[in-house]
C-alpha cells in the first residue's frame, strides 16, 4: 500500500480482533477497484495471538497490517485508553482524510475517538445495532461511535430506526445489507472444503457448538458456572464442541471451574473457515456472540443466545435465534430449540455479496 501520495485521499482502515478481520476481508478486497482512496491498515492489537489474529488475515488475504500497534493493558479501560493513546500518534503522522471502523469492539471506539481527536471523517460499518442494554461494553461502544460518525452504513432496518430515534440525520444513513454475511458468501467453496468436522471424529449433524465470552456472561463466578452448567447439560444429550476463548479460558480457570469443561470437547479457537464450517454442520449453536447470531440466521442453523436481549432483533423474527437468559433459562427449553428442523437459510434484503459494492457507491460520491 501507498502510504505517501497525496493525489488520493488517505483513508485509515482500523481493525483489531476477529469480527473485524471478518468485516473487513470483502471491504479490502473491493477497496482496489476504487482509485480514488489510498489505504492504510492499522492493526490495534486488540487480538494479538496467531488463533485470534494472524490466521484471519492469511485465511482472508487481507492485507498484512500497514500499521502494529499492540498496546498492551489488562482492564477494558486501560486497552482502550493505551490503544487511543497509541493511535493519536498514528493520526498525528499520517494527516489522514478519512477512517473506517467496524461494529463495536474497544478498537472501534478507540479508533473513532482517535479520528475525531484529528478531525478526521468518520465512517462506521454496521452501525446503528442497539440492544439497549448497557450493561453491554459492546453497546456503549457502539452508541458512542455512532453519534461522532458521518457516514453510517447499516444492516437491517432496526439500525435506520434506532439512529434515526437518536437524532441521526437520514441523509447520513445508508442501508447496505451485513458485511459479514458477504464474507461468508464469497469465501463459501473455501468454508465447504474445510475438514474440520472430519479432523475432529464429528459427523454432521451430530454435536453442537458452543461459544462464550461475552463481560456480562464470564465477569461473575456465578454468571459463568450457571452458563457451563447449562451446556453441561446439553453435553448429556450430544456432544458439544466448545472453542474456548482466551478470556474466557482465564476466568474459568480463575475461579476454578475447569471441571465444567470436562464432559465438553474443548479446542482453540480456530480460523473463520474451519469455525464457519463447524456452525454449517452443528445440529445447531449456544452461543452469547451477536455475529454467530447473524451467521446462523443466514445458514438457517438453530442460535441458542445465551442474552436477555440482541441487538439484531431480524434473527429473532427469523425464528432461528431465540433468547435464553441464563438467570432462567432451562437447559431441556434450549435442547427443544436446537431440535427445531424447520428453519431454512434466510433472505434477509441485501445480506449477499454485493455489501462492499454498495458501500463503495456512497464512498466515490461523497464530498469529504
Known amino acids: 500500500m501507498n502510504l505517501f501520495s497525496r493525489s488520493k485521499l488517505r483513508f485509515a482502515v482500523i481493525v483489531g480482533t476477529r469480527p473485524n478481520f471478518v468485516k473487513a476481508a470483502p471491504f479490502l478486497r473491493e477497496s482496489v477497484k476504487h482509485p480514488r482512496f489510498d489505504w492504510v491498515v492499522i492493526h490495534t492489537g486488540q487480538h494479538f495471538d496467531r488463533n485470534m489474529s494472524e490466521v484471519f488475515f492469511e485465511e482472508l488475504g487481507i492485507p498484512k497490517p500497514d500499521i502494529f500497534l499492540a498496546p498492551g493493558g489488562e482492564r477494558h479501560t486501560e486497552k482502550i485508553a493505551l490503544m487511543f493513546d497509541k493511535m493519536k500518534e498514528v493520526f498525528k503522522h499520517h494527516k489522514f482524510d478519512g477512517a473506517i471502523v467496524f461494529g463495536d469492539v474497544n478498537s472501534t471506539l478507540a479508533g473513532a475517538l482517535a479520528a475525531i481527536k484529528y478531525n478526521v471523517k468518520l465512517v462506521h460499518i454496521e452501525a446503528g445495532l442497539r440492544s439497549y442494554d448497557r450493561r453491554m461494553p459492546e453497546e456503549i461502544n ?9 457516514l ?3 444492516t437491517e432496518q432496526s439500525g435506520i430506526d434506532n439512529l434515526l430515534r437518536e437524532g441521526v440525520k437520514i441523509e447520513k444513513i445508508h442501508l447496505v445489507g451485513n458485511i459479514m454475511i458477504e464474507s461468508l458468501e464469497i469465501y463459501r467453496d473455501k468454508i465447504m472444503s474445510s475438514k474440520i468436522v472430519e479432523d475432529l471424529g464429528l459427523t454432521s449433524k451430530g454435536y453442537v457448538l458452543a461459544t462464550i465470552h461475552r463481560q456480562e456472561n464470564i465477569d461473575s463466578k456465578k454468571d459463568l458456572e450457571r452458563v457451563l452448567l447449562l451446556v453441561n447439560e446439553i453435553a448429556k444429550v450430544w456432544p458439544v464442541i466448545f472453542p474456548l476463548h482466551p478470556g474466557t479460558r482465564k ?24 469455525f464457519v464450517k463447524l456452525t454449517k454442520e452443528s445440529i445447531g449453536v449456544v452461543t452469547d456472540s451477536g455475529g454467530i447470531q447473524e451467521e446462523t440466521s443466514h445458514l438457517g442453523i438453530p442460535c441458542a443466545t445465551l442474552r436477555d436481549n440482541t441487538e439484531r432483533p431480524i434473527t429473532l423474527e427469523l425464528g432461528s435465534n431465540k433468547l435464553f437468559p441464563i438467570d432462567e433459562a432451562s437447559s431441556q427449553d434450549i435442547i427443544n430449540h436446537l431440535k427445531r428442523t424447520v428453519f431454512v437459510p434466510g433472505k434477509i434484503p441485501l445480506w449477499d455479496k454485493r455489501v462492499s459494492q454498495r458501500i463503495f457507491e456512497v464512498l466515490d460520491q461523497w464530498k469529504i
Open 142 to 150: 457502539r452508541a458512542i461511535v455512532d453519534h461522532l460518525s458521518n
Open 152 to 154: 453510517h452504513f447499516v
Open 251 to 274: 476466568k474459568i480457570e480463575e475461579y476454578k471451574l475447569k471441571p465444567l469443561i470436562e464432559n465438553l470437547l474443548v479446542i482453540e479457537p480456530t480460523g473463520y473457515f474451519d
